[in-house]
Every structure is written in C-alpha cells, then in structure tokens.
C-alpha cells in the first residue's frame, strides 16, 4: 500500500510538527483514521483536523485507543450527567471498534452545544466520541432495525474497511487508458437501471435495479459480467427507488461483498424498499429474490457520502454526489477518472423543477464530457402547472367526497406520497379540502418518518416545521391502516375519504387490493398522480382498461369491472419534464461532448430532439451496448 503509506508519512510529520499526540494512523475506506490517547487535543484544536482533511481531500475521523476509553457503564452515567435534559434522549449505545458513543435524541443540537462545547465535554470527560443521530417524530421500527445493524457488526466493519482501502490505494496495473460503459438495464426503458464502467484498473456499477412492472424482463443483464464478483471494485446507488436498487440484495446473496456507495437517507429508504419487497413477493406467493440477510449486508456494506463531498472510491476514479431532487437523498453522480482525464456525470433520475419537499436540484459540476441523462418524460412535450394541478386534484377529491365516494391515490410510498400529503395538509389547514380521514396504507408512514430524520434534506419551510416537532407527515388529518380501528376493512366503509397507498403502479401491495374492493362503484374515484410504466396494471388502467380478471380474497376468479372515475394528474411528478430536461442541459457549461439518453419509453426520438437543438452527439443505446468513453 505504497500510496497510503506516503499519505501516512506526511500526516505524521505535520502532527509531529504540531506536537499533537497520536498512535497510529490508518484507512478507513476512503477516510483516515487517527488513533490518540488525548482526543480532545484534536476537538478543542479543530484548525489542525481542518487543515489535513483539506490537504488531502478526505474525511479524517478520530479515534481513542481502547485502553484510554472510559468503562462504558460510568461513562453512560457521566453522558447523562453532562447533556441537558431537554435533549430528548432516546438511547446511548458504546462502539468500542470505533470508540463512538451513538446518541440518538430528539433534539441533536442540544446534544451538540454552542460550538460543540456538550460534545466536547462529553469527549474530555469520557474520551468516546459521540456520534449523534436525530430521533424520527415518532417511533419506527425499521430506523431502529436499521441503526441496530451498524451497531452489531462493526469489528466485521472495521476490516471490511481496511479491505476497501487496500483497492482503492493499490497502484494502477496498466498504462494504457481507456473507458467503457456498458448498459446492462434501463436503455430504451424505465425500470432494472444498472451500467457498468471499466478502466484497465477498476470496475464499477452504477445503480442496480430491478424492472418491477415487467415480469418475464425484471432483472437486468448481468450475464454479461463474466469476472469473479470481488474485481468489482464498487457499486454506486444514486436513489433508493426499486428500479435503482432492487436486484442489489441479489447481488450481495451471488457473492459480493465490496463497498456500496449512497447517501444517508438513500441507505435506509433502500432498506425500508428492499425488505418491504420481500413481504409483498410473499404475499403474492412469489418467492422472493433474496432474503433478509441478504439486505442485511447490503446495509453493512453501505459507506455514506453527502452531497458535493468528493471521495476516491477505486484507483484513479473519484466519486461525487450531487443533488438531484428527486426523493429524499437523491443523486446524480460525478465521476472524475484518470486524473480527470474523463468526466462522467450520471444523471440518474432528476427534478430540474419545482418540488415541494427539496431543494433545487444542484446542476453545477466542476468537468463534465459524458452525460448519462435520464428521460422519462422526454417523449412528452407537456409541462403542466403545479398550481393549476394542485387545485384540480383537490376538485377531484371534493366532487368524489360531496358523492359519498372513496379516492385511491397509488404513489410511489417514497416521494410522491409525500409531495402529495404536504399538500393535502395545506389545503385541509386551510379548510379546503373536503375530507376530514386520509388513510395511509404500505410503506409511506416509515418513509414519511425518514423524511423526520434528515431535516437538513429538505427544503427551509418543512425543515422547520420538522424541527419544531410540527411536522406535516405527522398531521391529524393522516391515519395510518392498522389491523385495529383503521383497518383495511374499516378503511373501504368511510365513504368520503381519501387512501394513499403503495405501490404507485398497481404492480402489487396494498394499492392493487384497495383497487380491486373500489373499481366497480362510478362514484369512487382513483387518481394517477406519478409515472405509469409499460406493461404496468397502471397504464393500461389509465389507458382505459374495462375489465379484468382477479381472484378475489377466497382466491376465486372473478371479473373486476372498472367503473371508478380515473384521472391523471401530471404535476406531482419527480422527474422532470421534458422542458425542464431540455432546460437541465442548458444549464451546463461547459457542455458535455456526448450525451446518451436512458431511462425512457422514447429514448431514441428524444436523443434526436437533443442533438438537433444543441448540437451535441447524443445517442441513445440499447441494453447490453457498450460505449468507449475515451
Ligand atoms: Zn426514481
Ligand atoms: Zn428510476
């Protein structure tokens, strides 16, 4: 490890210089390690930290040798003594393997104190660093199985992490540079995302979905990866959604057990999907792709980034997310490689447009000569009015109401069902909205909890509100289904209301069940508000489709009539119009040399539309095509 070997040398002789006192110093993936038995001299010295995490670019994390840790029972006691009460502390748990001590509370500026003075104090007295995480609004299971998975394993942690740096500190094999990519899934398409990149060097892949509305075309390619899986050096996942993640848990059950690159809230939207996948296939009576376990190491594997911090993921290749709007803790990603001999920005799936919930989406990248960019809605030239939508979805819901009818909205239960919640809130605080109950059924409630979590994700209005412990998702207007006063039962004789429901396709959970009890009354209503895919029950619902085939609750076949009211309304929509793509790619400067359009049902006809209006070769490949970057 000759590369890391000089980073450490160098490190050494300014701490030296500064008569700072350290152990050792070590990898941690990407990151830096410096062990001390005085960890406060590096708090209360901030300057120095500082000054080394800028000279080389990494995040540097301090660590207390064991042997100076206090025993942890009298440092719980010593914790408690020093954080204010009104922190709101829901639990403190000791990482010996990193010398963390993890706070989890209400309030984690508190925690924090005026310049860090609370942490501080509880580092001099006690020398375990706090790692501070905020407290959802209200309990959830999945964030506390999440967070308790981190905490298990991390002697297992700690190697992997020394693995991955290994890789990533190794000299480069070859002299010849040359890129690749390789479509392996959602070209031509939307659904089962996954590209494979290759220098002589690295192998990396970017996203790893599944197609959900497409049996029979589910998965994508990865036939084509004829190389053992450990010489894929790093897997990339720009967003938690299905189409982006879902066949990585199958990934990790073939083998794999290299690093996977997101954001934090994408690590545990993924996980709260990926199990939620499982129960749904077993209810189907499918069997699932993978298994708990399997998402378990995914979650293990996760190594966090926040937007525009740079990090070397395989030799010579730098990764940075950027905010792409999107959902929660949604990316584009920046790929620096070779020096910066190439620049590659995958788009992933992008909002360059209004959103209730985050902020705009962040376009500015240092270099960019390949753009991968998304196109979901490319083959449309509309480009509705959130207003305008805003109000007509509201009328939609009054005149089903005033007939004593029932709504269903299918969302996505990340994203799209928030967007749509916040404004139903408004309208309902603003005594506009006609329903007093909107059901909430499937995974929306824990995903609306994860949005309570990472405050500093969403946009100045709702930040607030969550922090004042005022938070929209947590309005009266909202019951969650339950096996109790709300079931689903209960839920289908309160005419009046409104559902929101997963999955936002009709392509299985509760959305398809609520649909089959609904569809044959004229006065219920059911409203689109998020894309429909090819093949999906969705689409061809909206496209209007009659009548169908079901087994009803006994597993009988029957005919389903569809008689509800539907209506699509286009405006809650996270991705981005095709104005708003078109707009995206002005934006840029300096131009990308070459654009390829994914994600789409009309790939090629937008890639056209693309080169004629900016003169940039734009092409649009199929699955399993490869491109020679440079
Ligand atoms: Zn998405
Ligand atoms: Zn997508």
Known sequence: MDLFDNIKKQISSLLNEKKMSFSKIEPEAS??????????????????????????????????????????????????????????????????????????????????????????????????????????????????????????????????????????????????????????????????????????????????????????????????????LDELDAVVITHAHIDHVGFLPYLFRAGYRGPVYCTEPTKDIMALLLLDAISVSEKTGREALYGEEDVKEVIKHCITKNFREVTDIAPGIRLTFHNSAHILGSASAHLHIGDGKHNLVYSADIKYGFTRLYNNMDANYPRVDTLILESTYGGKPLNPSRNKSEDRLIEVLNETHDKGGITLIPVFSVGRAQEVMIVLEEYFRRGKLKAENVFIDGMTREASLIHTVYPEYLKMNIKTRVLQNNSPFSSKLFRSVDYEENSRENVLNSPGSIIIASSGMLTGGPSVAYFNELADNPNNSLVFVGYQARNSLGQKVQKGLKSMIINDSKGKTKTLNVNLRIETIDAFSGHAYRQELLNYVTSLNPKPKTILVNHGDSCPEFARFVAKKFHINTLSIQNLESVRLR
Request: aromatic share 8%; net charge positive.
């Open 31 to 228: 990151e830096i390690a410096i062990y001390t038995n005085d960890p406060y001299s590096f708090f209360s010295n901030k300057t120095i930290v500082g000054e080394i995490a800028d000279k080389f670019k990494k995040r540097i994390n301090i660590r207390t040798e064991k042997s100076s840790l206090m025993d942890s029972a009298e440092a719980y006691n010593k914790i408690k003594e020093i954080i204010p009460e009104d922190a709101g502390i829901k639990s403190i748990a000791f990482d010996g393997v990193f010398s963390e001590v993890v706070i989890e509370a209400d309030k984690p500026g508190v925690v924090i104190g005026k310049q860090g003075d609370v942490s501080k104090s509880i580092i001099k007295e006690t020398k375990w660093i706090p790692k501070i995480l905020r407290a959802p609004l209200e309990p959830s299971e999945i964030i506390k199985k999440i967070r308790g998975y981190a905490i298990k394993n991390n002697t297992e942690r700690r190697q992997f992490l020394k693995e991955v740096a290994k890789k990533i500190y190794s000299p480069p094999v070859s002299n010849k540079e040359w890129v690749r990519m390789t479509a392996l899934g959602g070209f031509r398409e939307v659904g089962r995302s996954a590209i494979l990149l290759e220098t002589p060097d690295t192998k990396i892949l970017l996203d790893c979905g599944i197609n959900p509305a497409d049996k029979n075309e589910e998965a994508p390619f990865f036939g084509v990866i004829r190389f053992p």
